[in-house]
């Protein structure tokens, strides 16, 4: 069981007790408990496995430890299937809305007593909702404009969409000679894998003007709402669009608040409480004077914090660092210099080895390693050791014809399902770069899966684990490993890890890469393009590096090619 599916049952558990609105402390200590597990990195079911402390954990009592063991010996976890058994589905889905949390079904719940979506929109219809005690029309109205999509409410979309749209939009409105400035915040600015909308904000002396330009763009739909200063808009792909046009002197308080997250501002918040401050997205306040807001540098100076990258934003570490003076450089696209990870139609890519080195080059990289796929693979038309090497003859020959890049001779290998590797160690042992991968038999038990991995870590031949857990973000899960105990032979064998820059793998996470960094491992992010404009996604890799904290010094294939050559030899 993962740390993500063991948090889950706890995030539930909140939920749930919050609707039958139980004992707030208990909400909160479970929400926290499922916030804790889901950004460790240490397998808790290995630890369990062990035997281990869970109360080493912040957060994790003697009675929530013990409630971990249970979920993860036996998938279960008795309080929440009971809770599921007493409250009705059609509850749980509300959640689902847009604007609806726990609290507000706990009240059409326990007040109205409605238990499905039909009802509720019945009930919002006849204006019942806003009835109801610290309810107005505005919930009720907006209730009825969701409610309809809350069945594909909660779909999140990839970060490469979210980028795509949000910087478009940006864009045009900058055309406005109205607009002065203009961004994207919320998930989306903190580059998370995926966002559930997307938010951009402005200032302008004008904010009708910048509403309209939204609403008439190509992207755009429909509009939801619409205010004085805000517009909510709905664009073609489904995705919706939170549009704030806030005055100059409160800009930076406004990315501030709007960036999040959530979890990020409550401390932020309370930071402020302690130094006797108010914030919020207007400024910061001593009484009612505006002692900052014009920019994010001036708020969090006020709060006597540095600027801190939005990337990092999420409770994490952040704050801690700070405290240190350690806010790190992290790592830039412009300090990639090379790409380990990548396909030519020698397999299942699109473009011959000179064309993807042209296109690397023209990029600014200095090396690259061509790996295609190996025979497992045969969907891809994997290469075996024969066509293997006349492959690499190519790619020395094309060395020749090309100047200011190196050509690493590389494989993609497969781990295979026996943990063995799919081509033999004289063949890996001539190359110059191997990427080792699982591909199949990802759903095999962990010890199986365990027992892969570390054969391919101590194969001498093994460069770097590609992709290491095989997830597809939000589409399919990965497998299932021991984390720490894949990362500590990493770490004794000098295998390094990818972050493998596509969108839809994003692998390692932003939690496993800081684990990884945290032991020393170098840490490569590669683009696995599959054509020239596939080192477009190099953009989403660095990203996912820098949630991880991780600075141009814990990722290798930032160094010149003669300081990455050194790594090369184990
Ligand atoms: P998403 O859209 O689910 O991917 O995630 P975000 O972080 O973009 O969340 P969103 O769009 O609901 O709100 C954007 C930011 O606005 C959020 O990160 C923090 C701030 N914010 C929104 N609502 C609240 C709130 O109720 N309390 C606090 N403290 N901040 C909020
Ligand atoms: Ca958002
Ligand atoms: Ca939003």
Not at 23 to 48: D, H, K, Q
Not at 312 to 335: H, I, K
Not at 416 to 425: F, N, Q, Y
Request: proline share 2%; with cysteine.
């Amino acid at each position: 069981m993962k740390n993500d599916q063991i948090a889950a049952v706890f995030e539930q558990l909140s939920d749930l007790l919050e609707i039958q609105e139980a004992n707030p402390f208990r909400i909160r200590a479970y929400r926290s408990a499922g916030r804790t597990i889901g950004s460790t990195a240490e397998s808790f079911a290995s630890l369990v496995e062990e035997d281990a402390d869970l109360t080493q954990f912040s957060g994790i009592g003697k009675d929530l430890a013990k409630q971990i063991v249970e979920v993860v010996m036996t998938g279960q976890h008795a309080q929440l299937a009971e809770l599921k058994e007493q409250i009705p589905p059609g509850v749980v889905d509300m959640l689902r809305i847009r604007g609806v949390g726990p609290k507000k079904v706990a009240v059409f719940y326990n007040k109205l007593n409605l238990q499905s979506l039909d009802q509720l929109k019945a009930a919002a219809q006849a204006g019942e909702l806003s009835a109801l005690k610290g309810f107005g029309k505005k919930t009720e109205q907006s209730i009825l404009d969701n409610i309809d999509l809350a069945a594909e409410a909660g779909k999140r979309i990839s970060i490469a969409e979210a980028r795509t749209a949000a910087e478009a939009i940006v864009e045009d409105l900058r055309q406005l000679k109205s607009v002065t400035q203009t961004a994207v915040a919320g998930s989306c600015r903190r580059r998370r894998e995926t966002c559930g909308d997307l938010d951009v904000l402005a200032t302008s002396s004008d904010a009708t003007a910048a509403m309209d330009r939204l609403a008439e763009h190509s992207l755009v739909d429909s509009v939801l709402q619409r205010g004085d200063t805000k517009q909510r808009v709905r664009l073609k792909s489904g995705v919706e669009l939170d549009l704030r046009v806030v005055a100059d002197s409160s800009y930076g308080a406004s990315m501030q608040y709007f960036t999040g997250s959530k979890e990020h501002n409550v401390v932020v918040r309370q930071r402020a409480k302690d130094l006797g401050l108010k914030v919020n997205e207007y400024g910061v306040f001593q009484g009612d004077e505006q002692i900052a807001g014009a920019t994010e540098e001036d708020v969090y100076a006020a709060l006597n914090l540095p600027w801190i990258p939005p990337e990092l934003r999420e409770n994490r570490r952040e704050f801690e660092l700070a405290a240190a003076g350690d806010m790190p450089r992290l790592v830039e696209v412009s300090d990639v210099k090379g790409d380990l990870h990548m396909h030519t139609t020698a397999s299942d890519g699109a473009a011959s080895i000179l064309e993807m080195a042209e296109a690397a080059k023209s990029r600014g990289l200095k090396y690259i390693a061509i790996t295609d796929h190996s025979k497992r693979v045969s969907m891809a038309n994997g290469l075996d050791a024969a066509r293997l090497r006349t492959h690499w003859d190519d790619i020395r020959a094309a060395r020749e014809q090309i100047d200011g890049i190196e050509l690493l001779c590389g494989i993609e290998c497969d781990i295979l399902e026996d943990a063995s590797m799919d081509l033999d160690d004289d063949v890996l042992a001539e190359a110059d770069w191997v990427v080792a991968v699982l591909h199949y038999g990802l759903q095999q038990p962990r010890a199986q899966i365990m027992k892969r991995l570390l054969a391919a870590i101590q194969n001498p031949n093994v460069n770097i684990i590609g992709h290491p857990t095989g997830r597809l973000v939000d589409k399919r899960e990965g497998a299932d490993i021991n984390m720490t105990e894949m990362l500590k032979a990493a770490a004794d064998h000098g295998v390094m890890m990818e972050i493998n820059a596509h969108f839809k793998r994003l692998d390692l996470d932003d939690v496993h890469a800081a684990a990884a960094r945290d032991l020393g491992i170098p840490i490569v992010i590669s683009t696995d393009a599959h054509s020239v404009n596939g080192f477009d996604v190099l953009q989403y890799g660095v990203d996912q590096g820098r949630r991880a904290g991780l600075t141009k010094e814990d990722v290798a294939n930032t160094k010149t090619w003669s300081q990455f050559k050194k790594l090369l030899e184990r």
